[in-house]
């Protein structure tokens, strides 16, 4: 699988604030997808961002609020943009496996705790 | 009604035991099916998948599937205190050239006791 990085592992930030999360992908891949996961809760799909066009985002989850660069097949950015306390978060930064099922792996997450 | 929904837990098996993790998803489309185990202050890892009805067996691992009851499962054999974690189920509505959504259940949480 592939090896998948992302940068800030975590942060503490101020309301109103906002803070690009960067993750980087050993292969090239189509898709990247961004997760969130809510203190106590599952995974929620953000958007998916595929390079050279406009991420797709899922619903409640606006390009305003959440707006990603795909600059090319192994680099993506997230920014949460305007933070309050409840994007305290960690967001997840994932790609589709080999195994031909579109199956996911992720990276080690960043935890964002916003004060 | 959820997508994807699993028994939060705690389940709780004594070392040794099977233990045995439940899935039921409502779309009656969907294509193939994961199980990911979550250590607390970690990613989730993909341990199981499973694309046809029956079961897949990977070590101490086996995944179940009906899709006509719309049911997915893990049995662990052999539960060992390392196996403590939350497990997810995740299915996937889809997956073709330029699309690809996998939904979460909320996870069960396994504990292991000595």
């Known amino acids: 699988s592939a090896v998948i990085s992302q940068k800030p592992s975590r942060d503490i930030c101020q309301r109103g604030t906002s803070l690009t999360i960067q993750c980087q992908v050993d292969s090239q891949v189509t898709m990247m997808f961004w997760y969130r996961q809510q203190p106590g809760q599952s995974l929620t799909l953000i958007a998916t961002a595929n390079q050279g066009s406009e991420a797709t985002y899922e619903s409640g989850f606006v390009i305003d609020k959440f707006p990603i660069s795909r600059p090319n097949l192994t680099f993506s950015t997230l920014t949460v943009s305007n933070m309050s306390p409840e994007d305290s978060s960690i967001y997840l930064c994932?790609?589709?496996?080999?195994?031909?099922?579109?199956?996911?792996?992720f990276g080690e997450g960043s935890r964002l705790t916003v004060l | 009604q959820k997508e994807v929904e699993q028994n939060s837990g705690p389940l709780s098996v004594p070392e040794g035991a099977i233990a045995s993790l439940n899935c039921t998803y409502s779309d009656r489309g969907s294509q193939s099916f994961f199980w990911y185990r979550q250590y607390s202050g970690k990613s989730p890892e993909l341990i199981m998948s499973?694309?046809?009805?029956g079961d897949k067996e990977d070590g101490r691992f086996t995944a179940q599937l009906n899709k006509a009851s719309q049911y997915v499962s893990l049995l662990i054999r052999d539960s060992q205190p390392s196996d403590s974690a939350t497990y997810l189920c995740a299915v996937n509505k889809g997956f073709s050239g330029g699309y690809n959504k996998l939904i979460f259940g909320a996870g069960t949480r396994l504990a292991v006791h000595p």
């Open positions: 499973i694309y046809s009805n």
């Open positions: 994932s790609v589709i496996g080999q195994g031909g099922a579109g199956e996911l792996f």
